[in-house]
């Protein structure tokens, strides 16, 4: 075996080896803290998957030169995952394109804080930057109500909407006569949805302008779902996501776009 055919071996072998096990720690590690969506799970069973492929290499590639069909579809996969990546690299450029988190001067008749998820009875980490990048937009329309959109989370004994305004309240005194909660929503769909119900009753039009916050990941699929549910004058404040789970947010986020698409959700 020459010098350059080792090397060869060696470096793809090391690659995979490296980035599977930065893959699978980064969900080990989010999974202790009991936190389970696609954007965790895919990661660790790639991360599996490419540490296996590493350990094995010699024993796979041996086993598919004996079998010339299945290495022809081995390659095939791998020429389709290649492109997933790149789908998915176009998609993350995207989101890094829409974020935006400097605050429109504009006063807006409403604000609609989409839900991200509690903890123990306390706002996600992503949840609470939504709600601390919601305050400025409250301070600069006073008279704006606060729609705090989210349902009863599995585990959880109180809604997200409670927990939020309880938040809002603790954190940052913003009154409860401003606050409206619609604790119905399990997705962005009926968040907003669900709101307009709660914008008529306050006399607020779709028409009006609306800001709706939510994660800077989460603003484009928000956008494009509020487009098609009729709001027509929406601003939307993109929250800060926390650099532990920005990455598998991103993740999910694509396959959810990918849904919301199937499913006619914008």
Known sequence: ????????????????????????????????QKKLHIGIVLPLLIGTGFITY???????????????????????????????CVSLGWFALKIHENMNHVIDSTPVKAIIVL????????????????????????????HALVILSGGLDFGEQET???????YLGQHYAIPVSRMA?????????????NSKRLLAQHHIA????????????????AAAIARKQGYTNVTMIS????????????????????????FNEY
């Open 206 to 221: 779709l028409t009006d302008p609306v800001a709706i916050v939510t994660s800077d990941f989460h603003t484009i699929r």
């Open 54 to 84: 590493a350990v094995l290499w010699d024993k796979i590639h041996h086993w598919l030169n004996q079998h010339i069909r299945i290495k022809r579809l081995w390659k095939t996969g791998w020429c389709l995952f290649l492109v997933w």
């Open 160 to 166: 997200e909407a409670v927990i939020m305004a309880r």
């Open 115 to 142: 839900g991200s998820g509690v903890e123990n009875g306390k706002p996600s980490a992503a949840l609470a930057k939504r709600l601390d990048a919601a305050v400025p937009v409250a301070k600069i329309s006073p």
């Open 1 to 32: 075996m020459t010098n350059d055919s080792a090397y060869s071996r060696l470096l793809p072998r090391a690659l995979l080896l490296i980035l599977g096990t930065v893959l699978l720690l980064d969900s080990l590690y989010l999974l202790i």
């Open 181 to 193: 909660l619609e604790d119905q929503s399990t997705s962005t769909e009926l968040n907003l949805k």
């Open 239 to 262: 929250a800060p996501t926390p650099l532990l789970i920005r990455y598998n947010a991103w993740l999910r986020e694509y396959f959810a776009f990918l849904s919301g698409w199937v």
